[in-house]
């Protein structure tokens, strides 16, 4: 069974980092694309960042580039998501999200890691 | 980047209607195009991707179609576990964009 199980999230101040992890099990986790997709409260779904199956290639929203940092442990079966220089608009639900590889569809989601920016 | 556009935002129906939900984006696509349901509290399902296949599992009401820039997400008989946000979401390039969301609520 694929399971996807993000952790790292909590209240942080502005200005401040957190790293969140994405933990991923049941399927051949190096051969995949991952992304990391958000949620403000409220809102719509926002894509935040890619990474290619070996780590070679990362792509990241304009709203976060240069403080947001996304990498891959192949060995460990884990994502992560490096976030600095935190705002209160950061504040969201992150997806850890598997891409399948025929269609570029987002076929499995983790239940989501709530990050929360505030002073 | 792609844009893609949902509207309306928000749409009552009542149990046993047909529905269908627009989703239209920026530049051509071809069949790229995927759909999403959310629940409260939930994160999104795959409910149909390329635009017209059924993800395994999902019920056979749901249905998906249309090419280029233009799609329908079809339900023929609403159920009531069917109350629920639907995303749009295109697969043609990085970044892979989502649309705004469609609110299906109970008239």
């Known amino acids: 069974e694929v399971q996807l199980v993000e952790s790292g999230g909590g209240l942080v101040q502005p200005g401040g980092s957190l790293r969140l992890s994405c933990a991923a099990s049941?399927?051949?986790?190096?051969?995949?694309?991952m992304h990391w997709v958000r949620q403000a409260p409220g809102k719509g779904l926002v894509w935040v960042s890619h990474i290619n199956s070996d780590g070679s290639t990362t792509t990241y929203a304009d709203s976060v580039k240069g403080r947001f940092t996304i990498s891959r442990d192949n060995a460990k079966n884990t994502l992560y998501l490096q976030m600095g220089s935190l705002r209160a608009e950061d504040t969201a639900v992150y997806y850890c999200?598997?891409?399948?590889?025929?269609?570029?569809?987002?076929?499995?989601w983790g239940q989501g890691a709530l990050v929360t920016v505030s002073s | 980047d792609i844009q893609m556009t949902q509207s309306p935002s928000s749409l009552s129906a009542s149990v046993g209607d047909r529905v269908t939900i627009p989703c239209r984006a920026s530049q051509s696509i071809g069949f790229y195009l995927n759909w999403y349901q959310q629940k409260p509290g939930k994160a999104p399902k795959l409910l149909i991707y390329?635009?017209?296949t059924l993800q395994s599992g999902v019920p056979s009401r749901f249905s998906g179609s249309g090419s280029g820039t233009d799609f329908t997400l079809t339900i023929s008989s609403l159920q009531p576990e069917d109350f629920a946000t639907y995303y749009c979401?295109?697969?043609?390039?990085?970044?892979?964009?989502f649309g705004q969301g469609t609110k299906l609520e109970i008239k």
């Open positions: 979401q295109q697969s043609y390039t990085t970044p892979r964009t």
């Open positions: 999200v598997r891409e399948e590889y025929s269609n570029g569809n987002f076929d499995y």
């Open positions: 390329a635009a017209s």
């Open positions: 049941g399927f051949s986790f190096s051969s995949y694309w």
